[in-house]
Protein backbone atom coordinates (compact mmCIF):
# COMPACT_ATOMS: atom_id res chain seq x y z
CA UNK A 1 0.00 0.00 0.00
CA UNK A 2 0.90 3.82 -0.62
CA UNK A 3 1.36 4.95 2.94
CA UNK A 4 2.64 8.16 4.30
CA UNK A 5 4.38 8.68 7.67
CA UNK A 6 3.60 12.25 8.90
CA UNK A 7 4.29 14.91 12.14
CA UNK A 8 1.99 17.56 10.73
CA UNK A 9 2.84 21.00 10.82
CA UNK A 10 2.60 23.01 14.03
CA UNK A 11 4.79 25.64 15.83
CA UNK A 12 6.28 23.49 19.04
CA UNK A 13 6.58 24.21 22.42
CA UNK A 14 9.48 22.49 23.07
CA UNK A 15 11.52 19.93 20.43
CA UNK A 16 13.77 17.49 21.10
CA UNK A 17 14.80 15.30 17.76
CA UNK A 18 14.11 11.59 19.12
CA UNK A 19 10.36 12.43 19.65
CA UNK A 20 10.04 12.96 15.88
CA UNK A 21 12.39 10.25 15.22
CA UNK A 22 8.65 7.68 15.02
CA UNK A 23 7.94 9.40 11.84
CA UNK A 24 11.53 8.15 10.04
CA UNK A 25 10.98 4.38 12.28
CA UNK A 26 7.35 3.77 10.98
CA UNK A 27 8.12 4.35 7.48
CA UNK A 28 11.16 2.50 7.85
CA UNK A 29 9.83 -0.29 9.08
CA UNK A 30 6.74 -0.28 6.77
CA UNK A 31 8.78 -0.26 3.61
CA UNK A 32 10.65 -3.43 4.86
CA UNK A 33 7.32 -5.20 4.51
CA UNK A 34 6.66 -4.21 0.91
CA UNK A 35 4.90 -0.86 0.73
CA UNK A 36 5.60 2.34 -0.24
CA UNK A 37 5.94 5.01 2.34
CA UNK A 38 6.91 9.07 2.04
CA UNK A 39 8.15 10.18 5.46
CA UNK A 40 7.68 13.79 6.20
CA UNK A 41 8.28 15.89 9.57
CA UNK A 42 6.26 19.02 8.83
CA UNK A 43 6.82 20.39 12.82
CA UNK A 44 10.51 21.62 12.33
CA UNK A 45 9.21 24.83 11.06
CA UNK A 46 10.25 23.72 7.74
CA UNK A 47 6.89 22.87 5.80
CA UNK A 48 4.13 25.37 5.17
CA UNK A 49 0.10 23.71 5.36
CA UNK A 50 0.31 24.56 1.28
CA UNK A 51 3.12 22.27 1.11
CA UNK A 52 1.16 19.91 3.19
CA UNK A 53 -2.12 19.88 0.73
CA UNK A 54 0.21 19.63 -1.84
CA UNK A 55 1.92 16.08 -0.73
CA UNK A 56 -1.81 14.70 0.63
CA UNK A 57 -3.58 15.65 -2.70
CA UNK A 58 -0.31 14.82 -5.47
CA UNK A 59 0.19 11.87 -3.21
CA UNK A 60 -3.41 10.18 -3.47
CA UNK A 61 -2.01 7.70 -0.38
CA UNK A 62 -3.97 4.56 1.25
CA UNK A 63 -2.77 5.73 4.50
CA UNK A 64 -1.82 8.62 5.90
CA UNK A 65 -0.33 7.95 10.00
CA UNK A 66 -0.25 11.25 11.73
CA UNK A 67 1.87 11.16 14.87
CA UNK A 68 0.53 12.97 17.73
CA UNK A 69 2.23 14.44 20.45
CA UNK A 70 1.30 16.32 23.55
CA UNK A 71 1.81 19.66 21.51
CA UNK A 72 0.94 18.76 18.59
CA UNK A 73 -3.20 18.51 18.96
CA UNK A 74 -4.34 21.17 16.53
CA UNK A 75 -1.91 20.10 13.64
CA UNK A 76 -3.32 16.66 13.77
CA UNK A 77 -6.89 17.99 13.67
CA UNK A 78 -6.32 20.41 11.23
CA UNK A 79 -4.20 17.52 8.63
CA UNK A 80 -7.62 15.17 9.36
CA UNK A 81 -9.96 17.87 7.98
CA UNK A 82 -6.70 18.53 4.95
CA UNK A 83 -7.03 14.91 4.27
CA UNK A 84 -10.58 14.44 4.04
CA UNK A 85 -10.87 17.86 2.02
CA UNK A 86 -8.32 16.83 -0.86
CA UNK A 87 -8.22 13.03 -0.77
CA UNK A 88 -11.65 11.38 0.63
CA UNK A 89 -10.29 8.23 -0.31
CA UNK A 90 -7.71 8.04 2.10
CA UNK A 91 -7.61 6.29 5.14
CA UNK A 92 -6.34 8.79 8.24
CA UNK A 93 -4.87 7.08 11.69
CA UNK A 94 -3.02 8.18 14.26
CA UNK A 95 0.22 7.38 17.02
CA UNK A 96 1.80 9.18 19.60
CA UNK A 97 2.40 10.16 23.10
CA UNK A 98 -0.76 12.05 23.57
CA UNK A 99 -3.32 9.27 21.61
CA UNK A 100 -1.44 6.57 24.29
CA UNK A 101 -2.76 8.46 27.19
CA UNK A 102 -5.86 9.54 26.07
CA UNK A 103 -7.39 7.79 22.59
CA UNK A 104 -10.80 8.80 23.19
CA UNK A 105 -9.68 12.67 22.74
CA UNK A 106 -8.85 11.80 19.08
CA UNK A 107 -12.42 9.75 18.32
CA UNK A 108 -13.65 13.09 18.02
CA UNK A 109 -11.49 14.19 14.85
CA UNK A 110 -11.91 13.15 11.35
CA UNK A 111 -9.85 10.15 11.60
CA UNK A 112 -10.52 6.82 11.35
CA UNK A 113 -8.07 4.62 13.41
CA UNK A 114 -6.55 5.65 16.82
CA UNK A 115 -3.80 3.55 18.54
CA UNK A 116 -3.66 2.76 22.30
CA UNK A 117 -1.16 0.95 22.90
CA UNK A 118 2.27 -1.73 21.56
CA UNK A 119 4.90 0.00 19.65
CA UNK A 120 3.73 2.37 16.65
CA UNK A 121 4.79 0.31 14.26
CA UNK A 122 2.95 -2.99 15.56
CA UNK A 123 -0.45 -0.15 15.57
CA UNK A 124 -0.10 0.89 11.52
CA UNK A 125 0.13 -2.54 10.50
CA UNK A 126 -2.41 -3.40 12.38
CA UNK A 127 -4.50 -0.59 10.52
CA UNK A 128 -3.28 -1.87 7.04
CA UNK A 129 -3.93 -5.35 7.29
CA UNK A 130 -7.53 -4.17 8.08
CA UNK A 131 -7.45 -1.89 5.10
CA UNK A 132 -6.12 -4.63 2.79
CA UNK A 133 -9.19 -6.14 4.37
CA UNK A 134 -11.77 -4.37 3.41
CA UNK A 135 -12.36 -2.25 7.03
CA UNK A 136 -14.31 -4.60 8.15
CA UNK A 137 -16.57 -3.51 11.02
CA UNK A 138 -15.53 -6.80 13.28
CA UNK A 139 -11.81 -6.24 12.44
CA UNK A 140 -10.58 -7.59 15.88
CA UNK A 141 -7.19 -4.85 15.72
CA UNK A 142 -4.86 -5.21 18.64
CA UNK A 143 -4.05 -1.46 20.66
CA UNK A 144 -6.06 0.04 17.84
CA UNK A 145 -10.13 1.84 17.75
CA UNK A 146 -10.98 1.98 14.68
CA UNK A 147 -14.24 3.43 12.91
CA UNK A 148 -16.74 0.82 12.17
CA UNK A 149 -20.22 1.58 9.78
CA UNK A 150 -22.11 1.92 13.71
CA UNK A 151 -19.69 3.87 15.40
CA UNK A 152 -15.94 3.09 17.03
CA UNK A 153 -14.36 -0.43 18.04
CA UNK A 154 -12.00 -1.74 19.96
CA UNK A 155 -9.15 -2.61 20.75
CA UNK A 156 -9.75 -5.69 21.27
CA UNK A 157 -7.02 -6.81 22.84
CA UNK A 158 -3.69 -4.63 23.78
CA UNK A 159 -1.04 -3.87 20.91
CA UNK A 160 2.14 -5.62 20.51
CA UNK A 161 5.79 -4.54 22.01
CA UNK A 162 7.95 -5.84 19.76
CA UNK A 163 11.26 -7.03 20.27
CA UNK A 164 14.40 -5.00 19.55
CA UNK A 165 15.81 -7.16 16.27
CA UNK A 166 12.30 -6.36 14.58
CA UNK A 167 12.97 -2.47 14.79
CA UNK A 168 14.46 -0.66 11.77
CA UNK A 169 16.36 1.72 12.13
CA UNK A 170 15.29 5.48 10.30
CA UNK A 171 17.26 6.48 7.22
CA UNK A 172 18.58 9.78 7.96
CA UNK A 173 19.04 10.44 4.34
CA UNK A 174 15.52 11.68 5.18
CA UNK A 175 15.42 13.13 7.97
CA UNK A 176 15.73 17.38 7.87
CA UNK A 177 18.48 17.38 10.61
CA UNK A 178 19.52 20.94 9.15
CA UNK A 179 16.36 22.15 10.21
CA UNK A 180 16.58 20.47 13.58
CA UNK A 181 20.10 22.01 13.68
CA UNK A 182 18.72 25.65 13.65
CA UNK A 183 16.19 24.89 16.47
CA UNK A 184 18.91 23.90 19.00
CA UNK A 185 21.28 27.26 18.17
CA UNK A 186 19.61 29.19 21.10
CA UNK A 187 20.62 26.76 24.48
CA UNK A 188 18.54 29.50 26.63
CA UNK A 189 15.70 27.86 24.99
CA UNK A 190 16.84 24.07 26.85
CA UNK A 191 15.82 22.24 24.15
CA UNK A 192 17.40 19.01 24.03
CA UNK A 193 20.31 19.09 21.45
CA UNK A 194 24.10 20.86 21.58
CA UNK A 195 24.01 24.05 19.96
CA UNK A 196 26.17 24.56 16.53
CA UNK A 197 26.16 20.61 16.11
CA UNK A 198 24.64 18.60 14.08
CA UNK A 199 23.29 15.43 16.19
CA UNK A 200 22.28 11.58 15.23
CA UNK A 201 19.50 10.36 16.96
CA UNK A 202 20.13 6.82 17.71
CA UNK A 203 16.84 5.29 19.44
CA UNK A 204 18.77 2.55 21.24
CA UNK A 205 15.96 1.03 23.82
CA UNK A 206 12.10 1.84 24.81
CA UNK A 207 10.35 0.48 27.98
CA UNK A 208 11.18 1.77 31.83
CA UNK A 209 10.17 -0.01 34.83
CA UNK A 210 11.18 3.40 36.96
CA UNK A 211 7.63 4.23 37.34
CA UNK A 212 7.48 7.83 37.29
CA UNK A 213 4.52 9.29 38.11
CA UNK A 214 4.65 12.05 35.51
CA UNK A 215 6.41 10.43 33.15
CA UNK A 216 4.73 8.93 29.57
CA UNK A 217 6.93 5.90 28.68
CA UNK A 218 5.56 3.08 30.56
CA UNK A 219 2.41 3.88 28.66
CA UNK A 220 3.92 4.55 25.68
CA UNK A 221 6.59 1.85 25.70
CA UNK A 222 5.83 -0.51 28.41
CA UNK A 223 7.50 -0.81 31.54
CA UNK A 224 10.01 -3.61 30.81
CA UNK A 225 12.97 -2.08 28.74
CA UNK A 226 13.98 -3.33 25.18
CA UNK A 227 17.19 -2.44 23.78
CA UNK A 228 19.32 -3.46 20.40
CA UNK A 229 22.64 -5.14 20.58
CA UNK A 230 25.65 -2.96 20.90
CA UNK A 231 27.43 -4.40 17.41
CA UNK A 232 23.89 -2.95 15.64
CA UNK A 233 24.46 0.14 17.28
CA UNK A 234 27.80 1.01 16.44
CA UNK A 235 27.31 -0.22 12.90
CA UNK A 236 24.61 2.26 12.71
CA UNK A 237 26.17 5.01 13.75
CA UNK A 238 29.67 4.08 11.61
CA UNK A 239 26.98 4.34 8.65
CA UNK A 240 25.57 7.25 8.87
CA UNK A 241 28.93 9.77 9.85
CA UNK A 242 29.94 8.65 6.39
CA UNK A 243 27.01 9.68 4.67
CA UNK A 244 26.37 12.80 6.43
CA UNK A 245 28.26 15.75 8.18
CA UNK A 246 27.32 14.69 11.79
CA UNK A 247 28.75 15.86 14.73
CA UNK A 248 27.70 14.04 17.64
CA UNK A 249 25.10 10.60 18.74
CA UNK A 250 22.56 11.65 20.84
CA UNK A 251 21.73 8.29 22.24
CA UNK A 252 17.32 7.94 23.08
CA UNK A 253 16.28 5.63 25.53
CA UNK A 254 14.54 6.20 28.33
CA UNK A 255 16.82 5.33 31.12
CA UNK A 256 20.00 5.04 29.26
CA UNK A 257 22.13 3.19 31.88
CA UNK A 258 19.89 1.04 33.44
CA UNK A 259 21.73 -1.94 31.99
CA UNK A 260 25.45 -0.42 33.64
CA UNK A 261 27.00 -3.89 31.37
CA UNK A 262 25.35 -3.19 27.86
CA UNK A 263 26.56 0.29 28.39
CA UNK A 264 30.40 -0.72 29.32
CA UNK A 265 29.91 -2.71 25.83
CA UNK A 266 29.24 0.05 24.10
CA UNK A 267 32.05 2.11 25.67
CA UNK A 268 34.51 -0.84 24.95
CA UNK A 269 32.79 -1.11 20.97
CA UNK A 270 33.36 2.90 20.86
CA UNK A 271 36.56 3.16 22.26
CA UNK A 272 37.59 0.49 19.77
CA UNK A 273 36.31 2.50 16.80
CA UNK A 274 38.83 4.44 14.68
CA UNK A 275 37.05 7.45 14.62
CA UNK A 276 36.04 9.02 17.74
CA UNK A 277 32.40 9.39 18.54
CA UNK A 278 31.27 12.07 20.81
CA UNK A 279 27.90 11.55 22.57
CA UNK A 280 25.43 12.36 25.09
CA UNK A 281 22.44 10.11 26.83
CA UNK A 282 19.99 10.67 29.75
CA UNK A 283 19.15 8.53 32.44
CA UNK A 284 18.83 8.55 36.69
CA UNK A 285 21.37 9.59 39.20
CA UNK A 286 20.28 6.44 40.75
CA UNK A 287 21.59 4.60 37.80
CA UNK A 288 25.06 5.74 37.80
CA UNK A 289 28.23 5.34 39.94
CA UNK A 290 31.52 6.64 39.93
CA UNK A 291 33.23 4.35 37.40
CA UNK A 292 30.70 3.95 34.89
CA UNK A 293 30.58 7.99 34.28
CA UNK A 294 34.21 7.77 34.09
CA UNK A 295 34.22 4.83 31.44
CA UNK A 296 31.47 6.84 29.00
CA UNK A 297 34.10 9.80 29.51
CA UNK A 298 36.70 8.12 28.10
CA UNK A 299 34.59 6.42 25.37
CA UNK A 300 33.26 10.15 24.46
CA UNK A 301 30.15 11.09 26.16
CA UNK A 302 30.44 14.56 26.49
CA UNK A 303 26.55 14.99 28.57
CA UNK A 304 24.62 12.72 31.12
CA UNK A 305 21.43 14.46 31.27
CA UNK A 306 19.38 13.38 34.72
CA UNK A 307 16.28 13.73 36.27
CA UNK A 308 17.01 15.63 39.38
CA UNK A 309 13.36 16.73 39.04
CA UNK A 310 13.42 18.82 42.67
CA UNK A 311 15.99 18.72 45.98
CA UNK A 312 12.68 19.33 47.96
CA UNK A 313 11.79 16.67 50.62
CA UNK A 314 8.17 17.67 50.94
CA UNK A 315 7.99 16.62 47.01
CA UNK A 316 9.54 12.79 47.98
CA UNK A 317 6.27 11.15 48.55
CA UNK A 318 5.11 11.73 44.84
CA UNK A 319 8.57 10.23 43.73
CA UNK A 320 9.72 6.54 43.18
CA UNK A 321 12.38 5.53 45.27
CA UNK A 322 15.10 5.93 42.97
CA UNK A 323 14.24 9.57 42.26
CA UNK A 324 14.38 10.27 46.39
CA UNK A 325 16.93 12.01 48.21
CA UNK A 326 18.60 13.77 44.68
CA UNK A 327 20.45 16.48 46.56
CA UNK A 328 22.53 14.04 48.41
CA UNK A 329 23.00 12.10 45.43
CA UNK A 330 23.62 15.23 43.19
CA UNK A 331 26.67 16.31 45.04
CA UNK A 332 28.59 12.99 44.33
CA UNK A 333 27.07 12.77 40.54
CA UNK A 334 28.15 16.12 39.74
CA UNK A 335 31.78 14.86 41.14
CA UNK A 336 31.65 11.68 39.37
CA UNK A 337 30.95 14.15 35.89
CA UNK A 338 33.28 17.12 36.68
CA UNK A 339 36.33 14.79 37.36
CA UNK A 340 35.36 12.57 33.55
CA UNK A 341 35.03 15.94 31.96
CA UNK A 342 31.29 15.34 31.05
CA UNK A 343 28.79 18.11 31.54
CA UNK A 344 25.91 17.09 33.70
CA UNK A 345 22.54 18.27 32.21
CA UNK A 346 19.85 18.22 35.52
CA UNK A 347 15.63 18.16 34.56
CA UNK A 348 13.95 20.00 37.20
CA UNK A 349 10.54 20.42 37.70
CA UNK A 350 8.89 23.88 38.88
CA UNK A 351 5.65 23.87 40.46
CA UNK A 352 5.89 19.97 41.71
CA UNK A 353 3.53 19.02 44.29
CA UNK A 354 5.15 19.81 47.36
CA UNK A 355 7.84 22.27 46.09
CA UNK A 356 7.99 26.11 46.60
CA UNK A 357 9.29 28.58 43.99
CA UNK A 358 12.20 29.11 46.67
CA UNK A 359 12.84 25.62 46.80
CA UNK A 360 13.34 25.79 42.45
CA UNK A 361 15.89 28.80 42.99
CA UNK A 362 18.15 27.17 45.50
CA UNK A 363 18.08 23.90 43.42
CA UNK A 364 19.17 25.84 40.30
CA UNK A 365 21.52 27.65 41.98
CA UNK A 366 23.12 24.55 43.45
CA UNK A 367 22.90 23.13 40.17
CA UNK A 368 25.07 25.73 38.23
CA UNK A 369 27.12 26.25 41.35
CA UNK A 370 28.24 22.80 41.13
CA UNK A 371 29.42 23.96 37.13
CA UNK A 372 25.90 21.95 35.91
CA UNK A 373 23.02 22.97 33.17
CA UNK A 374 19.22 22.85 34.28
CA UNK A 375 16.42 22.17 32.19
CA UNK A 376 13.53 23.50 34.06
CA UNK A 377 10.25 22.53 32.90
CA UNK A 378 6.43 23.06 34.44
CA UNK A 379 4.81 20.01 36.37
CA UNK A 380 2.19 19.30 34.10
CA UNK A 381 0.02 16.62 35.27
CA UNK A 382 -0.99 14.31 32.11
CA UNK A 383 -2.72 11.83 33.84
CA UNK A 384 -5.57 14.66 34.20
CA UNK A 385 -6.23 15.00 30.05
CA UNK A 386 -9.77 13.58 29.43
CA UNK A 387 -11.11 12.53 26.59
CA UNK A 388 -14.13 14.76 26.94
CA UNK A 389 -12.05 17.95 27.10
CA UNK A 390 -11.78 20.64 24.04
CA UNK A 391 -8.56 21.15 22.17
CA UNK A 392 -7.40 24.06 23.76
CA UNK A 393 -7.85 22.45 27.14
CA UNK A 394 -5.70 19.71 26.01
CA UNK A 395 -2.95 21.72 24.06
CA UNK A 396 -2.56 23.27 28.03
CA UNK A 397 -0.23 20.34 29.24
CA UNK A 398 2.48 21.79 27.13
CA UNK A 399 4.73 22.16 30.35
CA UNK A 400 5.50 25.76 29.93
CA UNK A 401 2.22 27.43 31.64
CA UNK A 402 -0.05 25.72 33.87
CA UNK A 403 -3.32 23.71 33.32
CA UNK A 404 -5.04 25.27 36.21
CA UNK A 405 -3.92 28.27 37.60
CA UNK A 406 -6.78 28.57 40.10
CA UNK A 407 -5.89 24.86 41.94
CA UNK A 408 -2.20 26.53 42.33
CA UNK A 409 -3.49 29.50 43.96
CA UNK A 410 -5.79 27.67 46.66
CA UNK A 411 -1.72 26.48 47.80
CA UNK A 412 -1.09 30.31 48.57
CA UNK A 413 1.32 30.81 46.12
CA UNK A 414 0.47 33.12 42.73
CA UNK A 415 1.05 30.66 39.44
CA UNK A 416 3.53 33.69 38.32
CA UNK A 417 6.08 33.02 41.25
CA UNK A 418 6.54 29.47 39.25
CA UNK A 419 6.92 31.44 35.97
CA UNK A 420 9.34 33.94 36.94
CA UNK A 421 12.04 30.78 38.01
CA UNK A 422 11.14 28.91 34.81
CA UNK A 423 11.79 31.73 32.43
CA UNK A 424 14.32 33.49 34.55
CA UNK A 425 17.48 34.77 32.47
CA UNK A 426 19.97 32.26 32.69
CA UNK A 427 23.48 32.77 31.42
CA UNK A 428 24.90 29.59 31.69
CA UNK A 429 27.23 28.44 28.74
CA UNK A 430 27.17 24.91 27.86
CA UNK A 431 30.60 23.73 27.42
CA UNK A 432 29.65 20.51 24.93
CA UNK A 433 30.19 22.64 22.01
CA UNK A 434 33.58 23.03 22.07
CA UNK A 435 33.87 19.52 23.15
CA UNK A 436 32.52 18.13 20.14
CA UNK A 437 34.76 19.24 16.81
CA UNK A 438 33.16 21.25 14.37
CA UNK A 439 33.14 20.46 10.41
CA UNK A 440 34.98 22.77 8.26
CA UNK A 441 32.39 22.74 6.21
CA UNK A 442 28.70 22.08 7.00
CA UNK A 443 26.79 20.86 4.15
CA UNK A 444 22.64 20.53 4.23
CA UNK A 445 21.06 17.10 5.42
CA UNK A 446 19.73 15.22 2.56
CA UNK A 447 15.73 15.39 2.77
CA UNK A 448 16.15 18.89 3.98
Known sequence: MKVLVCWPPHVPSYFNAGHHLPVFSIAAFLRRRGHEVD????GALNVTWKDFADRVFLGDYDLVVLVNDFDVVEGVRRAADYIRALCPRSAVMTVGRLSYQTP???????????????????????????LAAGRPDDAGLAGVSWRAGDGWRGPQRPGTWLPADDWVLPDVDEIPY??????YIRDQNKFCGIPERRELVVPVARGCPVGCDFCDVPVMQGLRERRMDVDRVVSYIRECF????FEYVAFYAPTFTLDKRWVRR??????GEPRRYPWKCATTMFHLDADLVRRMGEAGCVRISVGVETFE????????TVKKSARARFDEVARWCLDAGVELNCFLIVGLPGTTPDGARRAMDVINGAGARVRPTLYTPYDRIRADMTEREVSAFNRQLF????????TGIDPGEYLAVLYRKDDYVTPSTARIPGLTVRLPAAGA
Open 39 to 42: ALDA
Open 266 to 271: LCDALA
Open 242 to 245: ARSP
Open 313 to 320: EEAEPGLP
Open 178 to 183: VHYEQL
Open 403 to 410: VDEDEIRA
Open 104 to 130: GFFRGLALDAVGHSGDYEAAVSEVLRW
